[in-house]
């Protein structure tokens, strides 16, 4: 089992900065790759950015150069940093792990509203 705590979500401006953090606990020594998916109302969850156990990062083309992932292995914690954010960034936000023996493994997620 793998258990994953997100924070960092809230209101901002267009414009506007957030720093989401997800911790990972429990059998982390088998995550293959961590990342994050949001989902907007009636929408379908889709993929914003993730990061292999090799460091290979991918992300949304819609995001790209304004969102950054990261982790802190010491903290077995993954951050999205989301910069220039715009009101078609408002979901909500999970983090996910995978790994080939256990599968995904998914937050509760964290709400993120950019207002126009």
């Known amino acids: 089992q793998v258990q994953l705590v997100e924070s960092g979500g809230g209101l901002v401006q267009t414009g506007g900065s957030l720093r989401l953090s997800c911790a990972a606990s429990?059998?982390?020594?088998?995550?293959?790759?961590m990342g994050w998916y949001r989902q907007a109302p009636g929408k379908q969850r889709e993929l914003v950015a993730t990061?292999?156990?090799?460091?290979?990062?991918n992300y949304a083309d819609s995001v790209k150069g304004r969102f950054t992932i990261s982790r802190d292995n010491a903290k077995n914690t993954v951050y999205l940093q989301m910069n220039s954010l715009k009101p078609e960034d408002t979901a909500v936000y999970y983090c996910?792990?995978?790994?080939?023996?256990?599968?995904?493994?998914w937050g509760q997620g964290t709400q993120v509203t950019v207002s126009s």
């Open positions: 990061i292999t156990s090799g460091d290979r990062i």
């Open positions: 996910n792990s995978w790994s080939i023996s256990r599968g995904n493994y």
């Open positions: 429990g059998s982390i020594f088998t995550i293959n790759s």
